[in-house]
């Protein structure tokens, strides 16, 4: 294997989002307990967006189709994205995050959140760095670091201890930055456990940043769909913080615009501004028209977000519910986004083809755990932004594939 095919193996993408190699219930070679399960089949990779589940946010149509109209003015737009556009999500995530928030030299629109990562981290990092990164965390997080030639450190995240702290270790954190991690890259609410880490431990992340004039990449994708009574502390808005953090948001999920491909990066300017170098040679700009789109984010009419947050609470419990009713599994309750990572009981199948069991046999998709750290090869990861009764009769069916594997 040469050096570009290893570079590009790293980038692994059969357990990517929607991106799952689909195999026929009658695929060989896997340890077939007995007959097909009936019921809806049910991907648990990534959130419904149907009327069945969850629509995008009223008006997203109808800016796009103004978008449209407007013609070449929306269409080719600045590199970083319309200026217009960009004060008004400067006004909003200012508000948003309690920080100051410059449209003009500090947010850039992207294509999508992973276009934000993806350049976040060429922004940062080159080969030979060291970035210390968490684990579990988002499975493209470790890729990107890897791709780049860059080396990972990893700082473990004990989420099943502490439900008042997402449980990061510290001490570990200091250590990556004390052996020269110049790069923390993380996500807030963690991807996959759905934990939020307190204000002490943000507190401690910013003092920790700025001590060692480390950068800080933070993913806070799921930040507004936040359940009753979690308190929520925005790094940027941390004293500490300083001007060492690009923090990277979206409308995909909370807001079900995951289609229009739309996300923002907003920070340190010097960062944003390589960050539009970089995309103005991969991509030029978000999509155009989508960019209009932007105009309904944080605009949603009095009471939908509630209500959004409200219909997944229902969901997030009644499966917590069934999973904690299977002896041996072990999982945290979200305090945030639509994640599930439950831990299994030891079975006697690999993780690997029990979760090709679950797609064949039982008609649901998962995300192995081993996307999101080489620790969690117990683990799988469940987005239950999905019709809810679907939902509940899928994870009725992981349940009983769980029965008829576990090691006795």
């Not at 007959?35 to 967006?49: C, E, N, R």
């Not at 004060?87 to 928030?101: C, I, N, Q, R, T």
């Not at 995240?157 to 008042?164: G, K, Q, S």
């Not at 002490?200 to 507004?224: M, N, P, W």
């Amino acid at each position: 294997m040469n050096a570009i095919e290893e570079k590009f193996l790293k980038l692994g993408i059969d357990n990517a989002p929607g991106q799952e190699v689909r195999e026929s219930r009658s695929s060989e070679g896997l340890p077939q307990e007995g007959a097909s399960l009936p019921g809806i089949a049910v991907d648990f990779s990534h959130g419904d967006v149907n009327a069945d589940a969850f629509e995008p946010t009223p008006g997203a149509l109808e800016a796009f189709v103004q978008g449209v109209h407007r013609g070449g003015s929306q269409a080719y737009t600045e590199y970083r994205g319309q200026a217009a556009i960009r004060e008004k999500l400067a006004l909003d995530l200012a508000a948003f995050s309690g920080h100051p928030v410059s449209g003009a030299e500090e947010l850039i629109i992207t294509p999508g959140t992973q276009s934000a990562l993806f350049l976040a981290v060429a922004s940062t990092v080159t080969a030979g760095d060291k970035v210390a990164i968490v684990q579990p965390d988002y499975f493209a997080n470790r890729k990107l670091v890897e791709f780049m030639g860059a080396e990972m450190i990893p700082v473990r995240l004990e989420y099943l201890n502490n439900t008042a702290h997402a449980g990061l270790d510290l001490q570990q954190l200091e250590s990556a930055f004390k052996a020269g991690a110049k790069v923390f890259l993380f996500s807030n609410p963690n991807n996959p456990t759905g934990a939020v880490y307190s204000p002490s431990e943000i507190g401690q992340i910013a003092a920790l940043a700025d001590k060692f004039g480390a950068t800080v990449i933070v993913d806070q994708l799921y930040s507004r769909l936040l359940y009753a009574g979690q308190p929520y502390v925005h790094l940027r808005g941390a004293s500490e913080a300083g001007d060492n953090v690009v923090t990277i948001m979206g409308p995909s999920k909370t807001e079900s615009l995951s289609g229009y491909r739309l996300g923002v990066a907003f920070g340190n300017a010097r960062i944003i501004q390589r960050m539009e170098k970089l995309q103005a040679i991969v991509s030029l700009r978000a999509p155009g028209y989508c960019q209009a789109v932007l105009q309904t984010w944080f605009s949603e009419p009095a009471g939908w977000l509630a209500d959004r947050i409200e219909k997944h609470r229902q969901i997030r419990d009644d499966l917590l519910a069934l999973f904690r009713g299977v002896e041996g599994v072990a999982v945290r309750t979200p305090q945030a986004g639509s994640y599930l990572f439950p831990r299994l009981p030891k079975l006697r199948t690999p993780l690997q083809a029990f979760v090709r069991e679950l797609r064949s046999r039982a008609s649901v998709t998962v995300t192995p755990g081993t996307e999101f750290s080489p620790h969690a090869s117990d683990s799988i990861r469940l987005n239950f932004s999905q019709n809810h009764e679907a939902a509940v009769d899928a994870v009725r069916r992981i349940a009983t594939v769980i029965e008829e594997h576990r090691l006795a």
